[in-house]
């Protein structure tokens, strides 16, 4: 048995190891995460890992994970967040009721951390426990909030490039810039927080230079990246209405490029009323 439990402590210190030589700026947590079984291991490990930022590894007979992640783009909130959101409870935070009664029946762990509430005291007793952790969980109008205010903004940058005024556009991408900095990342979706990571710096790069310039011309060179990348995120975001996702086979140096409009009727920020039509729709995103 002690060989055993060896054998198991150098894997898990091989699995760290390994994790550290793919992880930048990494740090080290143990935490205690509720959970039965190798479904629950499963799931837990694949709610919280992000390749080469977060790594998560969870002992179904200890109930303890060790968390390495990259300190510099998430933290342990962020993670154990995203593994309350999947269905099972830390110390920290608690899953939401309706997704905890999702899970396999051989999955449901008993949810020692929740007071029960009499019938009677519903109306006027709130948990401590949902203002502090379930409320900031499912605060999706935060998320959806912030999101749009970046989409927002990139149509703004837009709008001002299908006018050709440099200065306009200039005073749009910094307001761009603004918002992309202000996101939260904690209070995004899973799949959007994911896909934001990647493109973020990117984001903040062509957003930066659309700012400093008043040549339409470099702008339109960086809104085609821009555009790119707001894409992968919007794809992966929930709107309120259509968003039109435009191709121009002549801009980018006859490449094409895309942009994204809020309105069918194609406008192009790439040539502006030299050739404003030129264009056409090519995806509809909801």
């Not at 909130?77 to 608690?94: Q, V």
Request: with cysteine.
């Amino acid at each position: 048995m002690k060989s055993i439990k060896l054998l198991m402590a150098m894997a898990l210190m091989l699995s760290i190891s390994t994790c550290f030589a793919e992880i930048k700026n990494a740090k080290v947590e143990t935490v205690h995460i509720y959970g039965n079984c190798s479904i629950c291991k499963s799931t837990i490990e694949s709610a919280a890992n992000v390749k080469n930022v977060v790594h998560v590894e969870w002992n179904k007979d200890t109930k303890m994970a060790v968390l390495t992640f990259d300190e510099k783009k998430t933290n342990q909130d962020e993670i154990l967040k995203r593994i309350g959101l999947a269905g099972y409870d830390s110390d920290k935070f608690l899953a939401p009721d309706n997704v905890y009664a999702k899970l396999e029946t051989c999955c449901q762990y008993e949810r020692t951390g929740k007071v029960l509430v009499k019938v009677e005291d519903a109306k006027t007793v709130i948990l401590a426990v949902e203002e502090k952790v379930v409320a900031p969980i499912l605060a999706t109008n935060i998320q959806e909030e912030q999101l749009k205010e970046v989409f927002d903004s990139y149509f703004a940058v837009k709008d001002a490039l299908v006018k050709t005024d440099g200065n306009l556009a200039a005073t749009k991408a910094a307001s761009l810039l603004n918002s992309i900095n202000s996101v939260k990342m904690e209070s995004l979706t899973k799949e959007e927080h994911v896909e934001w990571m990647k493109v973020m710096k990117d984001l903040v790069f062509d957003a930066e230079h659309i700012s400093e310039t008043k040549d339409a011309g470099h702008q339109r060179d960086h809104f085609t990246s821009l555009s790119k990348n707001m894409y992968s995120v919007m794809k992966v975001s929930k709107q309120d209405t259509p968003t039109y996702y435009q191709f121009c086979p002549m801009a980018n140096k006859g490449k094409g490029a895309n942009w994204l409009s809020k309105e069918n009727i194609v406008k192009n920020p790439y040539y502006g009323t030299k050739m404003l039509g030129c264009g056409k729709v090519v995806e509809t995103l909801n």
